[in-house]
């Protein structure tokens, strides 16, 4: 109302408006991801980026607030604030024109165990991503795209034992990592015995000094 510069006149003839059902985020990213895929070819690569954010609040009742850092306090000085945490899922749009936009499809709560709950389950960044990610390749069933391929771009705070553990099939997940993280080679083929992994691989750090990159 405040949009359409109604808010100083009656809106007692609203509440019909109002009244409503509360918005379904789920069945809305559905239509965002059918309508997306008509600009994908089902042989292309469908790019999402993955991410946590925070809803500012004052109140200390709030469903799913707490206390968080405050991602605008300097580097040098971290503060506090009274915020809820989401986790956010965008689909990263073709370029053009040199320019690139990311649409949220979903927004998961994940609220933290110290969070004020009565009705929403404390969620980890990476629980919510394998939530989101299985939601994604089951409306790529759903609409013909079973073989989709997905690539999934997300930060350090998602380079965790557990999130790759529980990747879906059809999921390329490129995060960003510590430079000397620990890196193994898969087996090679036909190997047996105890081994879990196969030789030690470069760290990170190791492939920046490469003379070609790293690809």
Excluded at 24 to 34: Q, S
Aim: hydrophobic share 40%.
């Amino acid at each position: 109302m405040l949009t359409l510069g109604l808010a100083a006149e009656d809106w007692s003839a609203w509440y019909r408006l109002f009244s409503e059902g509360r918005f379904d985020g789920e069945k809305a990213g559905e239509v965002l991801v059918e309508e997306s895929l008509k600009h994908v070819g089902a042989e292309d690569l469908y790019v999402v980026a993955v991410d946590g954010t925070q809803t500012p609040r004052t109140s200390q009742k709030m469903e799913g607030s707490s206390w968080l850092h405050n991602p605008l306090s300097p580097v040098f000085n971290r503060g506090i604030r009274r915020a809820q945490r989401w986790f956010n899922g965008s689909w990263l749009l073709p370029g053009e024109e040199g320019y690139s936009r990311a649409l949220p499809l979903r927004f998961i709560p994940a609220f933290t165990e110290k969070a004020c709950r009565q009705r929403t389950e404390p969620c980890k960044e990476w629980e919510a991503a394998v939530l989101f990610l299985a939601w994604l390749r089951a409306q790529f069933a759903r609409l013909g795209r079973g073989r989709q391929r997905l690539l999934v771009v997300a930060d350090g705070s998602y380079d965790t034992l557990n999130l790759w553990k529980h990747l879906p099939e059809q999921v390329i997940l490129l995060a960003r990592s510590a430079k000397n993280r620990v890196l193994y080679h898969l087996l090679p083929e036909g190997s047996h015995g105890n081994r879990k992994y196969g030789d030690r691989a470069p760290t990170p750090q190791d492939f920046w000094r490469l003379r070609k990159g790293w690809e």
